[in-house]
């Protein structure tokens, strides 16, 4: 018998029909996507395995990979660039104590550079008292410190939303600003704001394709990656690599002659930084 149309349909229905979908595109659809996200897990997989393998048997292949500009769409950019930095060292069984060491050492810079004079108050210290000694002193030059940061950070990359989100310019400000005290003969120069965001930006991308990782795997991750790549330590990570970074530049950002502000703030005139240097610079780190 010849069948077409909506009886073929109600012909081959079973009796059982609750689990049948009315959507074949849908349905489709859902296969598909399935299927990409075990591809995805698979790729990422195997690149962090082809990473630890490429350590072991040759590491200074990875610089050439970076002038090739191989390492662009990278999952792990973050730690290419930790590693051409040498802010991890090539033996990834140590990643664990490096990262550990590091992160405790930004924890030390927040307790020893964040001192409130109304918590920690000091004998014969006041809000008048112009003494580097002071505690009151230097909370207002901290302040002053912190309003040029964040002046220029609100303003990094205007185009791009991912710097528009208040975590990413707070982590900014504090980056910029425990820099600015740890490294005083430098100091915060106009322009740093620049050279962080790009360092900032790929770490954060490298956490959040761990999280989806581990989402689509299951938690089934290797505990040095997790590690390595913990979002709890976006700041403490970048200050890290940031600060390593600027140590091989600083040379640009260093003037003989400038003007402070009552507070010590450096006030720096555009030309000085040489932004063209800087520019070639940011080129150079998106190739790679």
Known sequence: ?????????????????????????????????VTD????????????NNLLKTLDEDPECIREQAFEGDLKVSKFRSIYWSLLLRVL???????????????????KLKEEFIRDPHDNAVPNDNPLSQSEESVWNQYFSDRDLFAVIRQDVVRTFPGVDFF????????????????AREHPYMSYRQGMHEILAPLLFVFYGDQQSLLHFTEIAKNQTSELLSNVLDPNYLEA???????????????????????????????ID????MKSTFNKILIFYSNI
């Open 237 to 267: 990570d970048t200050y890290s690599l940031f600060s390593r970074l600027m140590s091989s530049i600083e040379s640009y950002y260093r003037i003989k002659n400038f003007l402070q502000s009552p507070r010590h703030c450096a006030v």
């Open 37 to 48: 996200t075990m591809s995805s897990a698979e790729r990422y997989r195997e690149e962090w």
């Open 1 to 33: 018998m010849y069948v077409q149309g909506i009886e073929a349909i109600k012909l081959y229905i079973p009796k059982d029909n609750s689990q049948i979908s009315t959507n074949i595109r849908e349905e489709r659809e859902q296969e598909i996507s």
């Open 164 to 179: 528009r989100k208040t975590l990413i310019q707070n982590a900014m400000c504090n980056i910029l600003f425990y820099y």
């Open 270 to 273: 555009d030309d000085v930084c």
């Open 89 to 107: 060292n090539p033996h990834y069984r140590s990643w664990r104590e490096q990262r550990e060491k590091q992160r405790k050492r930004y924890e």
